[in-house]
């Protein structure tokens, strides 16, 4: 009796070791040879989720409030000519701060519910891209959110320029998946403002990154 039961016992345990053999072989495969299409995946649902966040926070903040005439100020000789190019670091600050705060809120808000990745995935098939239970990853903002301000010039006519002012929000985004985990980094520029200025634009600011230096005087 005690053989019979050491030999099923025997069994048993080989049985074991097989089942474990395979499940560590199959993760194995899906670490080095399959992870990789699944990461694409989520790269592609973490950067689209970032995009939209920037976009809402640059809406929300910047088109219903934010004037030319708030950030840039235009100051000219008696005679008219112009003769500098202000920015007005504290509203500049103000939005940038406001800005980063806004954009790291929608990302949160966003991505609350995880990003979706479908067991079919880990396959590779493209007939199971898709498919099959949903397995939730977790996705957050990482760091502080950075606001890059840029300028640039272009004539319009006779003595006129058009003055265009960009804002670039650069945001990193971790997320972590079973077998791995991986940051992105985004990077999206927006316009935010821009004016006619009628007048001859100094050169230093026309051909130089001088203005573009004052915007992002104060940093966030």
Not at 16 to 35: D, E, K, P
Not at 69 to 90: R, Y
Request: include cysteine; aromatic fraction near 8%; glycine fraction near 6%.
């Amino acid at each position: 009796m005690h053989l019979v039961k050491s030999i099923k016992n025997n069994k048993i345990v080989k049985r074991i070791i097989c089942i474990c053999a395979c499940l560590l072989i199959f993760l194995l495969i899906t670490i080095i040879f399959i992870n990789p299409i699944v990461l694409d995946g989520v790269e592609f649902q973490a950067k689209s989720i970032t995009s939209r966040a920037m976009n809402s926070s640059v809406s929300d903040v910047v088109m219903n409030s934010i004037m030319y005439d708030d950030l840039v100020n235009i100051i000219s000789d008696e005679f008219g000519n112009i003769t500098m190019i202000q920015a007005n670091s504290l509203e500049i600050n103000n939005l940038s701060r406001d800005l980063a705060q806004a954009c790291e809120i929608r990302i949160e808000e966003y991505s609350k519910n995880g990003l979706n990745v479908h067991m079919g995935d880990f396959l590779g098939l493209p007939i199971l891209v898709g498919r099959g239970p949903v397995l939730k990853v977790k996705m957050w903002p990482i760091g502080s959110i950075g606001c890059v301000f840029r300028s640039q010039f272009n004539t319009a006519g006779i003595n006129q320029t058009v003055h265009k002012i960009y804002v670039g929000l650069d945001a990193t985004v971790g997320v972590v998946l079973p077998f791995a985990s991986k940051n992105y980094q985004m990077r999206q520029e927006v316009l935010i403002s821009e004016s006619v200025i009628v007048g001859q634009v100094p050169e230093v600011y026309l051909q130089s990154d001088t203005l573009d230096t004052l915007l992002n005087f104060v940093p966030y």
